[in-house]
């Protein structure tokens, strides 16, 4: 038999453990052609704002070694174009759809949440509390009170899971998290991108239209992987990795240090068919193991393999 790789995140039932980031994958609906995105655990289109956004000023990305570094802005259609043209086609999706909402304020948060409820099939809102490439964006998921704020009044107006995205610009995630999950957080994405810049040196300016931008991709791994590890043992909600996973390798160590599913983002833009490799693999992985499920192994690191004694 083939190993079980569902999993359930407050009530919300996913198949197998694999998601699409936002922001990295489009809308999705523009993939339909060469992607079955039904066979993924979830997907999470772009970021929705209240408003249309244009975003940054061009050149948006530049890569860097081992990663890519952006400053899109959260381009996007704003909360009535979300509803009234790319909804309909996400909709007739079979696989969860997990909408990402921005706001400027927790009042924006919470109307953005009251309006993607009443959109018949929405799965679960994800909380963009750490763009880091926004004026204002990443405020939300640095202090502890603020990221409490923002989920506990999206809780009042949202019953369905609530994902909240974390910063890994923070000297401390875990206080973050717990913050997160004392105000009704269902689950915790760990993390978004890593503030930093590039410069031409000859011409002494920034490669970027804009001077910083959130770096991604495998560079940022073990830096993932660390907050990971540490936040899911601070909570005890379900930790949703994200930060360089290209691989199947990448995953299963994302789960032996506590996540329960994880999104795939970067290496999309690269190879676009890493989310369906890494779901493809991961059986064997499991087999290898011995796990019969994907459960058995979350959280089951064990920690250094090397025992030694101080002086020794």
């Given at each position: 038999?083939?190993?079980?790789?569902?999993?359930?995140?407050?009530?919300?039932?996913?198949?197998?453990?694999?998601?699409?980031?936002?922001?990295?994958?489009?809308?999705a609906?523009?993939?339909?052609?060469?992607?079955?995105?039904?066979?993924?655990?979830?997907?999470?289109?772009?970021?929705?704002?209240?408003?249309?956004?244009?975003?940054?000023?061009?050149?948006?990305?530049?890569?860097?070694?081992?990663?890519l570094?952006?400053?899109?802005?959260?381009?996007?259609?704003?909360?009535?174009?979300?509803?009234?043209?790319?909804?309909?086609?996400?909709?007739?999706?079979?696989?969860?759809?997990?909408?990402?909402?921005?706001?400027?304020?927790?009042?924006?948060?919470?109307?953005?949440?009251?309006?993607?409820?009443?959109?018949?099939?929405?799965?679960?809102?994800?909380?963009?509390?750490?763009?880091?490439?926004?004026?204002?964006?990443?405020?939300?998921?640095?202090?502890?009170?603020?990221?409490?704020?923002?989920?506990?009044?999206v809780?009042?107006v949202?019953?369905?899971?609530?994902?909240?995205?974390?910063?890994?610009?923070?000297?401390?995630?875990?206080?973050v998290?717990?913050?997160?999950?004392?105000?009704?957080?269902?689950?915790?994405?760990?993390?978004?991108?890593?503030?930093?810049?590039?410069?031409?040196?000859?011409?002494?300016?920034?490669?970027?239209?804009q001077?910083?931008?959130?770096?991604?991709?495998?560079?940022?791994?073990?830096?993932?992987?660390?907050?990971v590890?540490?936040?899911?043992?601070?909570?005890?909600?379900?930790v949703?990795?994200?930060?360089?996973?290209?691989?199947?390798?990448?995953?299963?160590?994302?789960?032996?240090v506590?996540?329960?599913?994880?999104?795939?983002?970067?290496?999309?833009?690269?190879?676009?068919?890493?989310?369906?490799?890494i779901?493809?693999?991961?059986?064997?992985?499991?087999?290898?193991?011995?796990?019969?499920?994907?459960?058995?192994?979350?959280?089951t690191?064990?920690?250094?393999?090397?025992?030694?004694?101080?002086?020794?």
């Amino acid at each position: 038999m083939e190993p079980d790789l569902s999993l359930e995140i407050d009530g919300l039932r996913l198949e197998n453990p694999v998601m699409l980031a936002s922001g990295t994958f489009g809308n999705a609906v523009d993939c339909y052609a060469f992607a079955d995105l039904n066979r993924l655990g979830a997907i999470i289109p772009k970021t929705v704002t209240l408003s249309p956004r244009i975003g940054n000023a061009p050149p948006r990305t530049v890569e860097t070694a081992a990663g890519l570094l952006n400053s899109i802005g959260l381009d996007n259609e704003g909360l009535e174009g979300f509803c009234t043209r790319l909804w309909r086609g996400l909709a007739s999706l079979t696989c969860p759809v997990i909408v990402s909402i921005a706001g400027k304020t927790d009042e924006e948060f919470v109307e953005l949440a009251r309006a993607i409820s009443k959109l018949e099939g929405v799965k679960a809102i994800e909380l963009n509390l750490s763009c880091p490439n926004v004026a204002g964006g990443i405020d939300f998921a640095t202090d502890p009170a603020r990221c409490a704020a923002v989920v506990g009044k999206v809780r009042r107006v949202y019953d369905g899971p609530i994902f909240a995205k974390l910063t890994p610009n923070v000297t401390d995630a875990t206080a973050v998290a717990k913050a997160a999950e004392a105000a009704g957080a269902s689950a915790i994405t760990a993390v978004n991108t890593l503030l930093g810049m590039s410069v031409d040196w000859r011409r002494r300016r920034s490669r970027l239209g804009q001077v910083f931008g959130g770096l991604s991709g495998p560079a940022i791994k073990p830096i993932a992987l660390r907050i990971v590890y540490q936040v899911a043992q601070a909570v005890s909600i379900p930790v949703v990795a994200a930060g360089g996973i290209t691989t199947v390798d990448d995953a299963m160590e994302f789960f032996v240090v506590g996540a329960s599913a994880i999104q795939v983002g970067t290496a999309s833009f690269y190879r676009p068919t890493a989310a369906w490799e890494i779901l493809d693999a991961l059986p064997r992985a499991l087999k290898e193991l011995g796990a019969r499920s994907l459960r058995e192994i979350v959280g089951t690191f064990v920690g250094s393999s090397v025992s030694c004694e101080i002086g020794s």
